[in-house]
Structure formats: structure tokens, C-alpha cells
């Protein structure tokens, strides 16, 4: 079948899907009225209005054991933020319904700080600076944090395996994360050691946004908002900002190193050992979506940044 008559047969079935999504949206939250598809790669996102005002609603793109604990999670993530707001801009939920997988958010006016994992164009700063206040503004927030959705032993094995974030066990899951980057080649044998014996050290936790990346940090006018908070939870203290550090150029990995290096010398290097560990896991992920050849920049690049935060975790 040619590329036309796979798109003329894909047409109607993603227009009768849409319809049907923005039937169920209308009514989990009366008075959504849908506008348009918004790409996205494991959700269906729908735009629209509430009232006039923006909203986005969100469901799976197709059935996943997985990211349904992830959505079930940014669900109760986003009750706790209606009872208890946190003191930095988050999108207001709109309604929501467990059972049929719906979120329906404010859409959050501005532009992403980056549309990519790895930004190709890395914030100043000021920005980093904004948001190293934001991390600290969120392990300030009082909660409470909501209980964790149920899931069955299949799905957090796999969450396991896949090295994706598990505020549930936010310790054991890092350095179970850690044990699995060895495995897989990514973590010299010692170097591993090195990293679990730093958290060992510093086990501290707090909550957390979870997926710092730039892609989910919204500028709002002259405010930054944070969006997909499906990982948030407990996690490791400065896990947030581990993620944050291995997507910064250098100069602007100062407000995040002067805040890690302010908390004395077991923080710091707990924090080189976070580091580290993102940084093999992004390794993974290349591996895994072969996103990019073994030999290629990006792994090359990434291969350069363990070297060195490797060299600071043993000084």
C-alpha cells in the first residue's frame, strides 16, 4: 500500500477518534469545547476552550499499563495542587476522571524553553538561575503528596528496565537504575560503586518535579511554568537538578553547582553521582530508541560529560 492510501485510510479513522475524544472530554468537563489535535508521542492531546479560556485534555494514544500508572499519577498530582497550590505556576486542573484515562488541563500560554531532550539551544543563566529557585520552591512545597496508584509487578518491572523514574521507591529505584547501567556497559564496575556509595552517604530526599527537562519549563510572560508532572513525587534531593545540569552549556551550570556545593561535600558529590547516573541514561535511551549510532555526537558528547563528572566524584 503506497504512502497516500496509507494516509487516506489513516484520515478517517484519526478523525472518528478525535470526535470520539472530544465527546468523552465534553463530558468529563462540560463545556470543553475541542479546537485541534496537538502532536505528541504517547498521548492524545486536544485543544481547546472552557469558559474561553485555553485548556488542553490529554488521554493515552493506546493502551499501556505503564504510562496509565504515570497518568493515573499526574492526576492525583494535579488534586494535591488544587488543595494545596504550590508557590510556583503549574497549569489548574479542569477535571479529570481516573477511569477513563482523561486529564483536562488550563493550557499554559508561551513557548517551551526547548522542543528536544538534549536542547540545541541551552538557556542563559538567568534562566538556570529561575530555575534552580523553581526546584527549590517545589522540595518546599508541603504536599501532601498523594498515595501512589496501584500497578501490577509486570508494569514496574518494566518501568524498572526502561530506567524510567519511580517516585515509589526513589531510592532503591536509583540504585537499582545504577546496578542496570553497569549491566548494560554504560557505568564502569567502580565508577558505580563510587555513585552508590556517594548516596549512601547523602540519601536525603524531597519532593521533586522528577522530568526537569527544558521542554517541560513554559515561559509565561516573565514567569516559568512547570508542565508534565506525571514523574513527580519523592525523589533523591537534587534529581531535579542532576537532570537539569547535563542539559546546561557550563556557564550556565553555575547556579545550579553554587546551590549543590552550598550544602557541604556529601551533598556535592551525591549530587555528581545523580549526575552521572542521568547521563548514562541517556545513554540507554539512545541506545534503545537508536536515536543516534553508538560512535555518534551526541554519544560521544555524553560519553565526554560522564568523564568528567566520573573525575569530580573521585576528587
Not at 470526535?19 to 492524545?44: M, T, Y
Not at 501490577?152 to 537499582?176: G, K
Not at 541514561?281 to 539512545?286: N, S
Request: hydrophobic share 50%; proline share 10%.
Amino acid at each position: 500500500m503506497g504512502a497516500e492510501k496509507r494516509a487516506e485510510k489513516r484520515g478517517p479513522k484519526r478523525a472518528r477518534a478525535t470526535a470520539d475524544f472530544a465527546a468523552l472530554c465534553a463530558e468529563v468537563c462540560p463545556g470543553f469545547l475541542p479546537q485541534r489535535r496537538v502532536a505528541a508521542r504517547k498521548s492524545e492531546l486536544l485543544a481547546g476552550t472552557v469558559d474561553g479560556a485555553p485548556a488542553i485534555a490529554k488521554r493515552l494514544a493506546r493502551p499501556d499499563e505503564v504510562w496509565d500508572w504515570y497518568l493515573r499519577r499526574e492526576i492525583a498530582i494535579y488534586r494535591a495542587f488544587a488543595a494545596a497550590p504550590p508557590p510556583l505556576r503549574v497549569p489548574r486542573l479542569l477535571a479529570a476522571d481516573e477511569a477513563r484515562g482523561v486529564l483536562i488541563l488550563e493550557r499554559v500560554p508561551g513557548a517551551p524553553l526547548a522542543t528536544h531532550r538534549r536542547p540545541r539551544v541551552p538557556p542563559s543563566a538567568a534562566d538556570a538561575a529561575a530555575l534552580v529557585e523553581l526546584r527549590r520552591r517545589i522540595a518546599a512545597w508541603p504536599g501532601p503528596l498523594p498515595p501512589e496508584p496501584p500497578r501490577s509487578p509486570r508494569a514496574a518491572r518494566q518501568i524498572a528496565a526502561r530506567l524510567l523514574e519511580d517516585p515509589s521507591a526513589p531510592r532503591a529505584w536509583f540504585h537499582a537504575g545504577v546496578a542496570r547501567c553497569a549491566a548494560l556497559g554504560l557505568l564502569p564496575a567502580d565508577a558505580a560503586r563510587a555513585i552508590d556509595a556517594a548516596l549512601a552517604a547523602h540519601p536525603a530526599v524531597a519532593p521533586s518535579h522528577g522530568d526537569l527537562l527544558l521542554r517541560n519549563v513554559i515561559r509565561d510572560g516573565d514567569q516559568l511554568a512547570l508542565v508534565d508532572w506525571e514523574c513527580a513525587g519523592l525523589h533523591l534531593e537534587d534529581w531535579d537538578l542532576a537532570l537539569l545540569w547535563i542539559q546546561l552549556e557550563p556557564p550556565a551550570r553555575v547556579p545550579v553547582e553554587a546551590t549543590v556545593r552550598a550544602g557541604g561535600s556529601a551533598r556535592w558529590r551525591a549530587f555528581c553521582g545523580l549526575a552521572a547516573f542521568a547521563l548514562a541514561r541517556e545513554l540507554a535511551f539512545l541506545r534503545a530508541f537508536r536515536r543516534a549510532a553508538p560512535d555518534g555526537a551526541a554519544a560521544t558528547r555524553l560519553r565526554g560529560e560522564l568523564a568528567e563528572i566520573f573525575a569530580a566524584l573521585a576528587a
